[in-house]
């Protein structure tokens, strides 16, 4: 059963526009989480993250939301370039050993 | 400086043939991963080493796979006899420690077919 758990295999947005990339999980143990971006043919590279403590973290054009409660996070990309076209990957850390878990990932195509 | 180096960067062998992929991390980290990439499951996580002592291989999904690490710069992933059922792109990446925000560093990935 999957624990890090992306719904949407893929999500096509105008560009200037919100892209909103959602990601759900099942253990309320994991303590960190990230977010991963991936072009084809290439390996995925880190893009932001968020403690468990926290709710929200900004980084340019790229925010991650956090809703413990629910279990579910978000990323936001506001505004949405072509460039920003590719593959992203939410990851949950469970344990010190820094062990990620990855989600499925959702294909964006940005629309010029 | 050098990123993850993998190779071969693609491979195409025949069912019962033996694969050998390997992995240079970077240099200075201490952890080394090994991921597989399906359309079904997505990056799974087959095995990770830190300071070249295997930690988790929980994820090694049969004995026809073994995974290395002799030194600090050098890891192989071994399948024998590779399946069909194999082909995947497989990857490697390298954090270093301590944990810090948990960014693993990935190489291109390994893409194996077999036929």
């Known amino acids: 059963d999957q624990q890090v758990k992306q719904n949407s295999p893929s999500l096509s947005v105008q560009e200037g526009r919100i892209s909103i990339l959602n990601c759900d999980y099942t253990n309320s143990m994991f303590d960190y989480f990230l977010w991963y971006k991936k072009y084809p043919a290439e390996g995925p590279t880190f893009l932001i993250s968020i403690s468990s403590i926290k709710d929200k973290n900004e980084d340019g054009r790229f925010t991650v939301f956090l809703n413990k409660s629910a279990k579910h996070l978000s990323l936001h990309i506001v505004p949405s370039q072509p460039g920003d076209s590719a593959v992203y990957f939410c990851a949950a850390i469970l344990g010190s050993q820094g062990n990620l878990i990855f989600g499925k990932g959702t294909k964006l195509s940005v629309k010029p | 400086d050098a990123g993850v180096i993998q190779s071969p960067r693609h491979e195409v062998t025949e069912m019962g043939q033996e694969v050998t992929l390997r992995c240079k991390p970077i240099s200075g980290h201490d952890y080394l991963f090994w991921y597989r990439q399906t359309m079904m499951r997505g990056l799974e996580l087959l095995i990770y080493?830190?300071?070249?002592?295997?930690?988790?291989d929980s994820g090694m999904p049969e004995d026809r796979f073994s995974a290395k690490m002799p030194n600090a710069s050098f890891s192989t992933l071994k399948i024998q006899p590779s399946e069909p059922r194999d082909s995947a792109v497989y990857f490697c990446?390298?954090?270093?420690?301590?944990?810090?925000?948990?960014?693993?560093?990935f190489g291109e990935g390994s893409r194996l077919t077999v036929l």
């Open positions: 080493f830190n300071n070249n002592v295997p930690i988790d």
């Open positions: 990446a390298s954090s270093p420690q301590p944990r810090g925000n948990g960014e693993l560093f």
